[in-house]
Structure formats: C-alpha cells, structure tokens
C-alpha cells in the first residue's frame, strides 16, 4: 500500500490481559516511530526504531511495554498486563530517516480500549 | 513539562475568513517546525512545516509564521473552506541539532469551519 498501516483497529481488553499492536511502515522508510494519543492530549512519543533498532525507547511508560521492527519493516508494539491507563490511540509513522528535515508520515492509529 | 502549547483547544470561523491557529514552545532548541491534521479515525496528516532559519512559508491557502524570539509559530488558512474543520497539532523537532528524531506535539487546536 501506499500509506503506513496499522492493525488491528480497535482493541478492547480487559485489564490484565497482553496486547499487540502492528504498524506497515511505507515501503523504503528506514525510520519508524510509536506514539500514543490519550483522551485530550497531544500525541506523546513512544519509541523510535531506525531499521531494527531502537535507538531512543525513552518515551515508554513502563516495563510492560515493548516493542520490536524485523527485517527493517513491520513494527510490534506490545503491552503486558494492560491497564485502564494504557487506553489510548495508538500511533505509528514512518520517514526515510535521512538527515536533516524528515517528515512523519503516520498511519491511521489502534484504538486500544482496557476495560 | 509541555514543550510545545496550543493554548487554545478550539476555533471556530465563518466560511472564506481566515483561521489562525497558534503555537508556543519553550525549547529554544527547537529549529524545526510542523503542522498537522486530523480528521477523525484517521492517523495525523502532514500539511506544512517550518525551518528555523526561516520566518515564513506558504503553501496554497496554507502559511505558517515562526517568531523566534517569542517562541511562537502560527498557521494561517486564506480563504478557510468547511473541507478545512479538523484538528491541527503543532509539532517541534531539535533532530538537526541534536539528532533526537522524536517530534513534540502540542495538544491540538479544534477549528470548525461554519458555511
């Protein structure tokens, strides 16, 4: 596809259970960003992966969550023992990564919703 | 700690007049600018963006206005259409100077385009 996409949708859990979410970065973007928009808030940055790596992971809230990029391509992000604080729009973006001015190009988000 | 404000989280203009949307930051780091928008279920749209080095740039209807010294960017949208009712966040990279490649988003500005 043409665009960076994301599954699933939507998400409803229940508290205390594990959760994945996928992001589809554009083909040939090498960087690959997470964010999060919770109810009334400004997007907050997760995770940034350039390739496999994550070179900056200071935006995760805690240890339950995680996430992983194979093959320079799809991303996971994955929250352990979901809480009703995780309830938010789950971003992911992706840019060429080259240096200097690199614009975001994001996908049309997960809502995760923990009951 | 809100690096990046808009002050205020909504806008409403009449058809053909023009919408101004403001933006505040504290880092003085900052010298890269962007401005996007969401419409609803959709992921963040980039519209258009700002280098520091600059205190203007246009787009079609779109302009965006950096002060530097005031720590304060605006967007303006000649002549606003009711394509244009969305929410628009403001969002601010320090990357060139510092290689950190997260962007800061503001919370965002609701503007309601009334025909």
């Known amino acids: 596809g043409a665009g960076v996409s994301q599954s699933p949708s939507n998400k409803v859990t229940e508290k205390g259970k594990d959760v994945e979410l996928r992001c589809d970065p554009i083909?040939?973007?090498?960087?690959l960003y997470w964010y999060r928009q919770s109810l009334g808030q400004g997007l907050e940055f997760l995770i940034y992966?350039?390739?496999?790596?994550?070179?900056?992971k200071s935006g995760l809230p805690s240890d339950r969550f995680s996430a992983e990029r194979t093959g320079g391509s799809v991303s996971t992000l994955t929250i352990q023992r979901t809480q009703q604080e995780d309830s938010a729009v789950y971003l992911c973006a992706s840019s060429w990564g080259t240096s200097g001015i690199d614009t975001q190009y994001f996908g049309p988000g997960t809502r995760l919703t923990v009951l | 700690d809100q690096q990046v404000k808009q002050n205020s989280p909504s806008l409403s203009v009449q058809e053909g007049r023009i919408s101004i949307l403001n933006c505040d930051y504290t880092n003085s780091m900052f010298d890269y600018f962007l401005w996007y928008k969401k419409y609803p279920a959709e992921g963040p749209t980039f519209l258009i963006s700002i280098s520091s080095i600059k205190d203007k740039n246009e787009d079609g209807r779109f302009t965006v206005f950096l002060n530097k010294s005031a720590k304060h960017l605006s967007l303006h949208i000649v002549p606003s259409q009711p394509g244009d009712s969305a929410v628009y966040f403001c969002a601010a990279s320090d990357r060139p100077t510092s290689g950190t490649y997260k962007y800061i988003f503001g919370t965002g500005t609701r503007l309601k385009v009334l025909a």
């Open positions: 083909s040939g973007h090498t960087a």
């Open positions: 992966f350039q390739g496999n790596s994550a070179p900056d």
